[in-house]
């Protein structure tokens, strides 16, 4: 898929988006039609993958049929014919057996891949979420991680790498989400050196790749934050890594959230770099 030509021709794109299959809280139908309202151009539906282990946030393998069905069926609608709208799926990187890179995925009619680290395992070695509200993730610290928030942060970004190192993607997503409940965990965590030297590795790693990067904007207005953090916008402007600006939607009203302001910060950067 040529992101290059699309980013290079309009900015009314969302590339990261949920619905009724994962956790969205809408109908395809519903984000499509809210999409078109929005003046997008080009959408792109991305459930969470099926994974192989329980999880209330990810699609069934017996769903992923209905939903390619349901882009076909949306693209033969001709109130939506101003949007081209693409399959995808954000699929999890759980270790060498299971991520972006498996044969499953490669056998399915998508137009593009999300990779992402949701999951990491525990020091006993289970696959567990640390993604989701502060309250989850202060829990599964206790139950799960013995309260070290540093294995938790390493772990983080070595799946990260390793799933970078493993391929099968097109867009790398939110790559640093641990920096939230992190920091909620453990204030200040991220003006570390260790944390910051970690971001820096991984920066490194996919301009090394020419990898595409996205700057997801879904917990800007709650949270106050991007993925990547800010302080990282600038590098990434510096290295020339491709940048895509997403939403990561789950609601019809947020599809187009704080995608301006992401915008505006990296034209700025890109002025003060020519």
């Known amino acids: 898929m040529d992101f ?101 995925f490669a056998e399915l009619p998508l137009n593009y891949i999300i990779g992402s680290v949701h999951f990491i395992p525990s020091q006993d070695g289970e696959p567990i979420d640390i993604d989701g509200k502060f309250e989850s993730f202060r829990r599964r610290m206790s139950d799960h991680f013995r309260g070290d928030i540093d294995y938790v942060v390493d772990t983080f970004f070595s799946q990260t790498e390793a799933m970078i190192e493993h391929g099968g993607f097109d867009i790398l997503g939110h790559v640093d989400k641990v920096g939230q409940n992190a920091s909620y965990f453990a204030p200040g965590i991220e003006d570390g050196s260790h944390y910051q030297g970690w971001m820096r590795r991984i920066l490194d790693l996919i301009e090394g790749k020419s990898l595409i990067i996205e700057l997801n904007t879904k917990a800007r207005i709650e949270h106050g934050r991007f993925f990547p953090g800010e302080r990282y916008l600038g590098e990434l402007v510096r290295k020339g890594i491709r940048i895509l600006v997403n939403s990561d939607a789950h609601y019809p009203d947020k599809i187009s959230a704080s995608r301006a302001e992401a915008f505006e910060i990296l034209d700025k950067l890109s002025s003060h770099e020519l």
Do not use: K
């Open 4 to 104: 290059d030509s699309i980013i290079s021709s309009t900015r009314q794109y969302n590339f990261h988006s949920h619905t009724q299959f994962c956790d969205g809280r809408a109908t395809m139908e519903v984000m499509a039609r809210s999409a078109v309202e929005q003046g997008m151009l080009h959408y792109g539906f991305s459930p969470h993958s099926p994974i192989p282990v329980a999880s209330p946030c990810n699609m069934s393998d017996d769903d992923v049929p209905r939903y390619l069905s349901e882009v076909e069926r949306l693209r033969g609608i001709p109130e939506l014919a101003s949007c081209r709208f693409y399959a995808s799926m954000e699929v999890d990187y759980l270790g060498p057996d299971w991520g972006p890179s498996s044969p499953y």
